[in-house]
Protein backbone atom coordinates (compact mmCIF):
# COMPACT_ATOMS: atom_id res chain seq x y z
CA UNK A 1 0.00 0.00 0.00
CA UNK A 2 1.33 3.55 -0.86
CA UNK A 3 0.70 6.97 1.25
CA UNK A 4 -1.97 7.83 -1.45
CA UNK A 5 -4.24 4.57 -1.07
CA UNK A 6 -7.89 6.01 -0.87
CA UNK A 7 -8.75 2.73 1.18
CA UNK A 8 -5.78 3.46 3.58
CA UNK A 9 -6.87 7.25 4.28
CA UNK A 10 -10.94 5.94 4.78
CA UNK A 11 -9.62 3.11 6.73
CA UNK A 12 -7.83 5.31 9.05
CA UNK A 13 -10.66 7.68 9.41
CA UNK A 14 -13.36 5.12 9.95
CA UNK A 15 -10.92 3.92 12.87
CA UNK A 16 -10.85 7.49 14.20
CA UNK A 17 -14.55 7.36 14.04
CA UNK A 18 -15.13 3.84 15.50
CA UNK A 19 -12.48 5.49 18.61
CA UNK A 20 -14.86 8.47 19.38
CA UNK A 21 -17.67 6.55 18.65
CA UNK A 22 -16.76 4.37 21.61
CA UNK A 23 -15.63 6.82 23.98
CA UNK A 24 -19.65 7.89 23.90
CA UNK A 25 -20.66 4.24 24.30
CA UNK A 26 -18.80 3.71 27.17
CA UNK A 27 -20.55 6.59 28.89
CA UNK A 28 -24.14 4.97 27.33
CA UNK A 29 -22.83 1.78 29.01
CA UNK A 30 -20.46 2.68 31.90
CA UNK A 31 -18.83 -0.56 33.78
CA UNK A 32 -21.16 -2.67 32.01
CA UNK A 33 -18.76 -2.67 29.26
CA UNK A 34 -15.96 -5.09 29.10
CA UNK A 35 -14.77 -4.71 25.78
CA UNK A 36 -15.21 -3.17 22.54
CA UNK A 37 -13.32 -4.07 19.60
CA UNK A 38 -12.74 -3.56 15.82
CA UNK A 39 -13.72 -6.46 13.83
CA UNK A 40 -14.01 -7.38 9.50
CA UNK A 41 -11.64 -5.17 7.35
CA UNK A 42 -11.10 -2.49 9.91
CA UNK A 43 -9.23 -5.36 11.95
CA UNK A 44 -7.92 -7.18 9.03
CA UNK A 45 -7.25 -6.98 5.31
CA UNK A 46 -9.28 -5.94 2.92
CA UNK A 47 -11.33 -2.41 3.80
CA UNK A 48 -12.70 -0.80 1.18
CA UNK A 49 -13.72 3.00 1.53
CA UNK A 50 -16.90 2.29 -0.81
CA UNK A 51 -18.16 -1.15 0.32
CA UNK A 52 -16.76 -1.86 3.50
CA UNK A 53 -18.81 -1.32 7.13
CA UNK A 54 -17.27 -0.23 10.58
CA UNK A 55 -17.70 -3.59 12.30
CA UNK A 56 -17.66 -2.80 16.05
CA UNK A 57 -18.08 -5.72 18.65
CA UNK A 58 -18.98 -5.15 22.09
CA UNK A 59 -18.70 -7.59 24.71
CA UNK A 60 -20.96 -6.35 28.17
CA UNK A 61 -21.88 -7.45 31.02
CA UNK A 62 -25.66 -8.93 30.79
CA UNK A 63 -26.07 -8.45 27.05
CA UNK A 64 -27.92 -4.95 25.51
CA UNK A 65 -31.49 -4.61 25.61
CA UNK A 66 -33.22 -3.31 22.23
CA UNK A 67 -33.69 0.22 23.45
CA UNK A 68 -29.70 0.23 24.40
CA UNK A 69 -29.36 -1.12 21.19
CA UNK A 70 -31.55 1.54 19.11
CA UNK A 71 -29.14 4.40 21.44
CA UNK A 72 -26.36 3.37 20.57
CA UNK A 73 -26.71 3.00 16.56
CA UNK A 74 -29.01 6.43 16.90
CA UNK A 75 -25.34 8.00 18.13
CA UNK A 76 -23.27 6.76 15.46
CA UNK A 77 -25.42 8.52 12.62
CA UNK A 78 -24.92 11.32 15.29
CA UNK A 79 -21.55 11.74 15.04
CA UNK A 80 -21.13 10.78 11.63
CA UNK A 81 -23.96 11.06 9.07
CA UNK A 82 -21.36 9.42 6.46
CA UNK A 83 -19.53 6.79 9.05
CA UNK A 84 -22.68 6.19 11.40
CA UNK A 85 -24.70 4.29 8.87
CA UNK A 86 -22.36 1.84 7.93
CA UNK A 87 -21.57 0.95 11.68
CA UNK A 88 -22.28 -3.18 12.74
CA UNK A 89 -22.49 -3.90 16.14
CA UNK A 90 -22.37 -7.37 17.49
CA UNK A 91 -22.98 -8.24 20.92
CA UNK A 92 -23.23 -10.65 23.25
CA UNK A 93 -22.92 -10.86 27.38
CA UNK A 94 -20.35 -12.15 28.89
CA UNK A 95 -20.62 -16.09 28.47
CA UNK A 96 -21.44 -15.35 25.02
CA UNK A 97 -24.64 -17.05 25.17
CA UNK A 98 -27.03 -13.77 24.06
CA UNK A 99 -26.94 -11.58 21.49
CA UNK A 100 -25.52 -11.43 18.34
CA UNK A 101 -22.29 -13.21 17.77
CA UNK A 102 -22.50 -16.16 15.57
CA UNK A 103 -19.60 -18.58 15.31
CA UNK A 104 -18.01 -16.81 12.26
CA UNK A 105 -17.85 -13.64 13.88
CA UNK A 106 -16.37 -15.56 17.28
CA UNK A 107 -13.77 -16.98 15.09
CA UNK A 108 -12.92 -13.02 14.02
CA UNK A 109 -12.81 -12.12 17.68
CA UNK A 110 -10.42 -14.69 18.93
CA UNK A 111 -7.96 -14.19 15.67
CA UNK A 112 -8.76 -11.10 14.66
CA UNK A 113 -10.41 -8.28 16.84
CA UNK A 114 -8.60 -5.10 17.77
CA UNK A 115 -9.47 -3.55 20.86
CA UNK A 116 -10.96 -0.24 21.58
CA UNK A 117 -11.71 -0.34 24.82
CA UNK A 118 -10.94 -3.52 27.25
CA UNK A 119 -11.56 -3.32 31.12
CA UNK A 120 -11.61 -7.64 30.72
CA UNK A 121 -10.88 -9.48 28.35
CA UNK A 122 -13.07 -12.24 27.78
CA UNK A 123 -12.74 -14.79 25.10
CA UNK A 124 -15.32 -17.60 23.92
CA UNK A 125 -14.84 -21.37 23.20
CA UNK A 126 -13.07 -21.90 19.70
CA UNK A 127 -16.20 -22.86 17.22
CA UNK A 128 -15.70 -26.28 15.80
CA UNK A 129 -15.31 -27.00 12.47
CA UNK A 130 -18.69 -28.98 13.11
CA UNK A 131 -20.15 -25.71 14.46
CA UNK A 132 -19.12 -23.98 11.73
CA UNK A 133 -21.05 -26.35 8.73
CA UNK A 134 -24.26 -26.23 10.79
CA UNK A 135 -24.01 -22.81 10.86
CA UNK A 136 -23.17 -22.28 7.86
CA UNK A 137 -25.53 -24.32 5.90
CA UNK A 138 -28.57 -22.96 8.07
CA UNK A 139 -29.49 -18.72 7.72
CA UNK A 140 -26.54 -17.64 6.28
CA UNK A 141 -26.45 -20.32 3.28
CA UNK A 142 -30.49 -20.02 2.90
CA UNK A 143 -30.50 -16.10 2.94
CA UNK A 144 -27.71 -15.38 0.43
CA UNK A 145 -29.17 -18.39 -1.92
CA UNK A 146 -32.56 -16.32 -1.78
CA UNK A 147 -30.66 -13.16 -2.80
CA UNK A 148 -28.63 -14.66 -5.23
CA UNK A 149 -32.13 -16.24 -7.39
CA UNK A 150 -33.40 -12.92 -7.09
CA UNK A 151 -30.44 -10.95 -8.56
CA UNK A 152 -30.47 -13.56 -11.38
CA UNK A 153 -33.97 -13.54 -12.09
CA UNK A 154 -33.36 -9.37 -12.35
CA UNK A 155 -33.44 -7.55 -15.38
CA UNK A 156 -32.30 -4.50 -14.13
CA UNK A 157 -29.65 -3.75 -11.25
CA UNK A 158 -30.82 -0.68 -9.16
CA UNK A 159 -28.37 1.91 -7.60
CA UNK A 160 -29.55 0.70 -4.61
CA UNK A 161 -28.53 -2.54 -4.82
CA UNK A 162 -24.94 -2.20 -5.92
CA UNK A 163 -23.44 -2.30 -2.28
CA UNK A 164 -25.83 -6.33 -1.79
CA UNK A 165 -25.32 -7.48 -5.42
CA UNK A 166 -21.49 -7.01 -5.11
CA UNK A 167 -21.42 -9.36 -1.56
CA UNK A 168 -23.95 -11.81 -3.48
CA UNK A 169 -21.59 -12.52 -5.99
CA UNK A 170 -18.82 -12.71 -3.54
CA UNK A 171 -20.37 -14.65 -0.96
CA UNK A 172 -19.57 -18.33 -2.69
CA UNK A 173 -15.75 -17.44 -2.37
CA UNK A 174 -16.42 -16.96 1.86
CA UNK A 175 -17.88 -20.28 2.07
CA UNK A 176 -16.00 -22.20 0.25
CA UNK A 177 -12.90 -20.63 2.63
CA UNK A 178 -14.87 -20.74 6.19
CA UNK A 179 -15.83 -24.49 5.19
CA UNK A 180 -13.05 -26.01 4.37
CA UNK A 181 -10.44 -24.22 6.86
CA UNK A 182 -12.92 -23.74 9.87
CA UNK A 183 -11.69 -19.70 9.39
CA UNK A 184 -12.90 -16.26 9.30
CA UNK A 185 -11.03 -14.30 6.47
CA UNK A 186 -11.02 -11.30 4.19
CA UNK A 187 -13.10 -11.44 0.82
CA UNK A 188 -9.02 -11.52 -0.72
CA UNK A 189 -8.23 -14.76 1.56
CA UNK A 190 -11.30 -16.68 -0.02
CA UNK A 191 -10.91 -15.34 -3.25
CA UNK A 192 -7.13 -16.79 -3.40
CA UNK A 193 -7.81 -19.56 -1.57
CA UNK A 194 -10.60 -20.75 -3.97
CA UNK A 195 -8.11 -19.95 -7.10
CA UNK A 196 -5.03 -22.21 -4.98
CA UNK A 197 -7.63 -25.20 -3.98
CA UNK A 198 -9.79 -25.33 -7.61
CA UNK A 199 -12.85 -26.45 -5.59
CA UNK A 200 -15.27 -28.13 -8.10
CA UNK A 201 -18.19 -26.09 -9.50
CA UNK A 202 -17.12 -23.02 -8.23
CA UNK A 203 -16.81 -20.24 -11.14
CA UNK A 204 -13.79 -18.29 -10.09
CA UNK A 205 -13.43 -15.82 -12.72
CA UNK A 206 -16.88 -14.18 -11.23
CA UNK A 207 -15.19 -14.00 -8.00
CA UNK A 208 -12.20 -12.50 -8.88
CA UNK A 209 -14.11 -9.60 -10.86
CA UNK A 210 -16.50 -8.85 -7.91
CA UNK A 211 -13.26 -8.58 -5.71
CA UNK A 212 -11.63 -6.09 -8.40
CA UNK A 213 -14.81 -4.17 -8.78
CA UNK A 214 -14.74 -4.16 -4.80
CA UNK A 215 -11.42 -3.03 -4.40
CA UNK A 216 -11.61 0.14 -6.93
CA UNK A 217 -14.58 1.22 -5.43
CA UNK A 218 -16.07 1.07 -8.69
CA UNK A 219 -20.26 0.66 -9.75
CA UNK A 220 -21.23 -3.33 -10.33
CA UNK A 221 -23.53 -2.55 -13.50
CA UNK A 222 -20.16 -4.18 -16.22
CA UNK A 223 -20.90 -7.06 -13.75
CA UNK A 224 -24.72 -7.67 -14.00
CA UNK A 225 -24.34 -10.33 -16.76
CA UNK A 226 -22.36 -12.62 -14.06
CA UNK A 227 -25.83 -12.87 -12.04
CA UNK A 228 -26.51 -16.01 -14.99
CA UNK A 229 -23.83 -18.05 -13.01
CA UNK A 230 -25.48 -17.66 -9.25
CA UNK A 231 -27.88 -20.85 -10.06
CA UNK A 232 -24.56 -22.76 -10.61
CA UNK A 233 -23.09 -21.12 -7.75
CA UNK A 234 -25.58 -22.02 -5.57
CA UNK A 235 -25.47 -25.47 -6.93
CA UNK A 236 -21.79 -25.52 -6.37
CA UNK A 237 -21.98 -24.65 -2.24
CA UNK A 238 -24.45 -27.05 -1.88
CA UNK A 239 -22.24 -30.02 -3.22
CA UNK A 240 -19.72 -28.62 -0.60
CA UNK A 241 -21.37 -29.20 1.95
CA UNK A 242 -22.77 -32.44 1.12
CA UNK A 243 -19.49 -33.53 0.41
Known sequence: MTQTDPDEFAKSAAMDFARQLVRHWQEELGTDLL???????????????????????????????????????????????????????????????????????????????????????????RPTLEEIHHYLRGAPFASWAERARSFAAAETLEPKDHKAYLRTLLYPGRFCYSWTTGLMGSNNDAVAFLKESHAAGFDVSSLECALQCRQSAADPDTLFPARKVLPSQIDACVALFSA
Open 35 to 125: GAYLMGSLAHAGFSRRYSDIDIALVTMAGLSPQALDRLRTEAVALSVDWGPKVSVFWTDRQFSLGRFPPLDRLDYLDHAVALVERECVRPA
